[in-house]
Each structure stands twice: as structure tokens, then as C-alpha cells.
């Protein structure tokens, strides 16, 4: 565009710093970085999606009369046990590049089962390793809790007969327990939380299930909101301290006390609950959600024609009565329509504005000029 306004007038075309330059002159502007966001997780953040997956947990839990100690999350998280977390160092100011740290690199996957309530408890863990066999010394050397399970598949992942398998395990930690006559338990799309006999032996048990929409669960599973990301930092920590202690090789023997270790420090009343808070299960708050959400892919609609003003409204300090109720109006539409950008801006014109409302006060105080009397003019 500058371009092609300069050789309008047979000028020189703009240097390679000129974006960088006209962006540093304008106050209004400034650069940031992008992240990269995957589409169908973008799709799904509608927020007529969001409220009416919260309007059928409302009604479901209304229809049922389900407790809140009733109301359970569940979801599997994967580990692979040699792959530590990546973090900040220290390093000399005069050190080139990212310095590197040893990890055991042992790519063996694990799968740890997971299900808490809305009250800040949870059940013992479901652990699913890759396997035929078990092996005494994974018991013999980890003091693992005797109410944990161990179970095993081929390649360590979960599918539906331990998905089943798991389900039962749920009801025999949680039945018990109950307030009322029904549980209800939210879960994703995975195929084993919907295979025929998981859905059969819910019905027989008086477990209600909901699933949530779509590439939504970083948004509306409570697991994933607050403790999915601390269990996966402290089991980072644990590897680490392991090869500190020149341990090179993770095998299930280690993962395991390093995983109970990891799972003491944070799945904790206060992690869970903040999960369920900010997932806008309990309390039921789904603008808690949607005020989160930043992006937004739908069809364009043509704008409204309205007038514009020619420049951009810029923060300054109010001189006089009406600036003064001109910037208060302009800081009200800044605060209601304020979502997850930057507040800098709002920020800086609350100073302005405090600023000026100070200086007419003292001026009236010093029986400075005084501000015309409208109403005598008919305004």
C-alpha cells in the first residue's frame, strides 16, 4: 500500500524498516506474536455450542436430581515414560542457542485413568502399561496404594474392554459414596467410553453419562482445565530428579513411584475443584467459559454502514466537564466489550482520566474558570 502511494508520485519505494518504524510512531499499534490453534478446536468455540452444552447439564442435572458430590469427570492422559518437560535455565549471557538437557528417552506409553468430583475428590487411579505379563518387582519395589489398578494392553493404550473394566472399577469406588440415586459422569467422544456394554452397564447402575461437544475438552473437562497439565510437570520433575541420580533408563519400575510421587502433589482437593471452577461446572457459570474464548470461525455478514470517525479515538487527559464524561463513556464501552486482549490501553486512559477529573477538582476547589452553565443554553 505504501508502495503504491509513493510511486503515485515517482518516489522511492519505503525501506525494509518501515513497518517496523511506522508501528513504533503510532501508539495505537503494536506488534504481537501468534500462536498456532487447531482448526476444529477453533470451530467448536461457538458460544450458542458452549451454553447449550451447559443448559443440558443444568436440565440433566435438574431431571435427575444428581448431587454435587454426584457430579464425577473422567479421561485418560498419556505418558511416555522417558520424556521430561521442557523448561527455563540459566545460562551465561554469552551462551548461543537453546541448551539442551539429557532425558532417558524411553518412548514406552502409559496411560493413566482418571475420574474427580465436583467436591474435590477423586478415585484411585486406572494405570494401563504395555504388556503380557505382570511382574512382581513393579509392586515389590513402589509401594503403590493397594486399591490402584494395573492393567495391561499392547501397546498401553486404553480401548473398550478395559474401558469397561475401568467402569466397573468407578462404580466400586464411587457407589458407596453417593448422595443420591444417580451419578452422572462426563466424558469425551473416545470409542471405549461408548461401546454397547459401557452404555449397558451405565443404565443398569444408575450412571448418567453426557458427553461434551467436540474438540471442547480443553475448554469444558475439568481434568484438562486444572490437573491434567500439573500431573504431567511434576512427573517431568520426578524423571528429572532420577537422572540427577544418573538413572538413564526409565522402565516401569521407576515411572511407577515417580508417577504416585507426581500424582500426591497434585491431584489435590484445590486442583480439582479449580478444574470443575474453571471448566463452569461448579458453580454452573458458563460465561466463566465463554469469556475465554478468542476465536471465532463463522461467515462474515456485510457490516452496517455508519460513520466513522476519521481517526482513531486516542486517551488523553480531559480538560473540561464535557472531555471528562466523554472519556468516562468511552471507558465504559472499553471495560463491557473487553474479552482477552491486552488491557494496557484501558489502563492508561483510567490514568488519564483520574488525572484530569483531579486538575477540574482542584480548579473548582481554587475557583478557577468554571465550566458554562448549560442548562441556561438549553443543552
Known amino acids: 500500500m505504501a508502495n503504491s502511494l509513493l510511486a503515485d508520485r515517482n518516489a522511492s519505494p519505503v525501506g525494509k524498516l518501515w513497518v517496523h518504524n511506522f508501528i513504533q510512531r503510532q501508539p495505537e499499534l503494536k506488534t504481537r506474536r501468534f500462536r498456532r490453534y487447531d482448526y476444529q478446536r477453533a470451530k467448536c468455540e461457538d458460544p450458542t455450542i458452549i451454553r447449550d452444552w451447559f443448559r443440558l447439564v443444568e436440565n440433566t442435572v435438574a431431571k435427575y436430581g444428581i448431587q454435587l458430590a454426584d457430579i464425577w469427570n473422567f479421561d485418560e492422559t498419556g505418558f511416555m515414560m522417558g520424556m521430561i518437560e521442557s523448561g527455563m535455565v540459566v545460562t551465561g549471557s554469552h551462551r548461543q542457542g537453546m541448551p539442551k538437557r539429557v532425558q532417558p528417552g524411553n518412548r514406552e506409553w502409559i496411560t493413566a485413568i482418571e475420574a474427580i468430583n465436583a467436591e474435590g475428590q477423586s478415585i484411585p487411579p486406572f494405570i494401563i502399561g504395555a504388556g503380557q505379563w505382570h511382574l512382581a518387582n513393579w509392586y515389590r519395589e513402589c509401594d503403590l496404594p493397594g486399591d490402584w489398578v494395573i492393567a495391561l494392553s499392547d501397546n498401553g493404550w486404553t480401548n473398550n474392554q478395559l474401558g469397561l ?43 448418567i453419562t453426557l458427553c461434551m461437544p467436540a474438540h471442547a475438552s480443553h475448554l469444558l473437562q475439568p ?32 515411572f511407577f513411584p515417580a508417577f504416585y510421587a507426581a500424582h500426591r502433589a497434585t491431584i489435590t482437593e484445590s486442583n480439582i475443584k479449580g478444574g470443575f471452577r474453571g471448566a463452569g461446572l ?14 471465532q470461525l463463522r461467515t462474515p455478514t456485510p457490516p452496517i454502514e455508519v460513520t466513522a470517525p476519521s481517526t482513531p479515538w486516542a486517551s488523553r487527559t480531559p480538560k473540561t466537564l464535557l472531555e471528562s464524561q466523554s472519556h468516562s463513556k468511552y471507558l465504559q464501552e472499553r471495560i463491557v466489550n473487553h474479552k482477552s486482549s491486552s488491557p494496557e490501553s484501558i489502563i492508561q486512559a483510567v490514568k488519564y482520566f483520574e488525572k484530569g477529573n483531579s486538575i477540574l477538582i482542584h480548579e473548582g476547589n481554587a475557583g478557577g474558570e468554571k465550566e458554562p452553565d448549560y442548562r441556561k443554553e438549553g443543552l
Open 282 to 295: 461448579a458453580p454452573l457459570d458458563p460465561e466463566n467459559v465463554i469469556s475465554k474464548m478468542d476465536v
Open 165 to 207: 473394566d475401568w467402569l466397573k472399577h468407578f462404580d466400586r469406588s464411587t457407589k458407596d459414596r453417593s448422595v443420591g440415586s444417580y451419578r452422572l459422569l462426563i466424558l469425551d467422544g473416545h470409542e471405549s467410553h461408548h461401546s454397547a456394554e459401557f452404555m449397558r452397564y451405565c443404565e443398569e447402575n444408575k450412571i
Open 223 to 254: 481434568l484438562d482445565v486444572g490437573c491434567f497439565g500439573p500431573l504431567k510437570k511434576a512427573y517431568g520433575r520426578e524423571i528429572e530428579r532420577l537422572i540427577r541420580c544418573s538413572i538413564t533408563h526409565i522402565s516401569k519400575t521407576e
